[in-house]
């Protein structure tokens, strides 16, 4: 079993808090969760650091930035474990800022105030501070989600729907890109996905048969025809945003494709680019939709820090439309005018079509 440490650290991760008398059971679900690629840290690394102070690397992990909340597995062994209450402190301290979570998974078939209470039985036997009481019951109160343990494959199956695809644990975007990089011969860049085509320029030829659907056709001369006349293509070009739900890919148009009104770009979205741009085999996996981007598409893509993936190529590209409930004065402002004024510089900016396609992943292995 492997823990790619700089791997799960660059997306949403838990921590995972743990006894290692009860190491078995922690070890059996850790393995599944890794092997269905869940990102989470817990201390199998720790004889990678030796040397370093066990207690500033485990504070370090739960600040982490991208740590969305600690998973515990709970048993009379843990709560009076001394490691595992140092633990709990700095996740209650976590909580106090806010945008984090905490979760339960109980050992030894038992509801937590029973280990709770079993655990108070037995402080003649270990440390067991009035600070750390107070700690676990602030801790461990009805309102957090409590899975009780009967067997690894239930277990993980649960935190998989209840907290992995909540929380955007599953790393399943590096997988993504690179399937589709492995079913390109064209793709370059480590971060571009080549996926369709679409106009570049237009094609004056013989002529062609008036009732031709605007469509795809002659794939093997790159042609396309669109509103009664023909155009030749050039790839398109994609950024993965997010993965939604474990299922969905959502993915970012590079460039521009054209510059309709809002409306009438609306309009092409969704009845008029999937039929041209891209032929059946792309969507063996299931339908391909598009649309426009949305807020809350960025506030996502900030939250998984991948940023970089709403910048267009260009400067002159810099502006493209977006949904209409996501409009900020900046994207009003391209909406108004041709120009901004950035730098001591006035630059034109492209009014257009950015799109956002969202492709079925569940077919991909």
């Excluded at 909340?69 to 301290?93: C, H, I, M, R, W």
């Excluded at 976590?94 to 339960?104: A, D, E, I, P, T």
Aim: charged share 25%; proline share 2%.
């Amino acid at each position: 079993m492997a823990l790619d440490e700089k791997k799960i650290l660059k997306g949403n991760f838990i921590f995972v808090s743990y006894n290692h008398l009860n190491a078995n059971a922690i070890e059996e679900d850790m393995k599944l969760l890794l092997d269905k690629g869940v990102r989470l840290w817990y201390d199998i690394n720790m004889k990678k650091h030796l040397g370093e102070k066990w207690i500033d690397i485990v504070k370090e992990k739960i600040n982490h930035p991208n740590c969305v909340g600690v998973l515990f597995y709970n048993s009379t062994d843990a709560f009076v474990s001394p490691s595992v209450q140092k633990e709990q402190e700095y996740v209650l301290d976590r909580l106090k800022k806010g945008n984090f979570k905490h979760w339960s998974v109980n050992l030894e078939g038992k509801q937590t105030f029973k280990m709770f209470n079993d655990a108070n039985n037995i402080l003649d036997t270990k440390e067991y501070s009035d600070f750390q009481h107070n700690v676990q019951r602030a801790l461990f109160n009805d309102d957090i989600l409590c899975i009780q343990r009967t067997d690894s494959e239930t277990t993980v199956k649960r935190i998989i729907e209840d907290i992995a695809v909540i929380y955007g644990l599953i790393d399943n975007e590096e997988t993504f890109i690179d399937h589709m990089q492995k079913n390109s011969s064209t793709a370059t860049n480590p971060e571009e996905i080549i996926l369709g085509r679409y106009i570049s320029g237009e094609y004056i030829g013989p002529e062609y048969a008036p009732d031709f659907a605007d469509q795809r056709f002659g794939i093997t001369q790159n042609l396309i025809q669109l509103n009664q006349k023909r155009y030749f293509t050039k790839e398109l070009k994609w950024k993965l945003l997010y993965v939604k739900d474990n299922t969905t890919a959502v993915l970012l148009c590079i460039d521009i494709i054209c510059n309709d009104t809002f409306e009438s770009g609306l309009k092409f979205l969704t009845k008029t680019f999937i039929d041209i741009s891209f032929l059946e085999e792309e969507k063996k996996n299931g339908p391909i939709t598009a649309r426009y981007l949305t807020q809350y598409d960025i506030e996502r893509c900030q939250s998984i820090h991948r940023d970089d993936s709403l910048k267009p190529v260009s400067l002159e590209a810099k502006h493209w439309w977006i949904d209409i409930d996501g409009l900020t004065s900046n994207w009003k402002q391209t909406i108004i005018g041709d120009y901004c004024y950035s730098k001591g510089f006035v630059i034109l900016s492209k009014k257009g079509i950015r799109p956002v396609i969202e492709i079925p992943i569940s077919n991909i292995d």
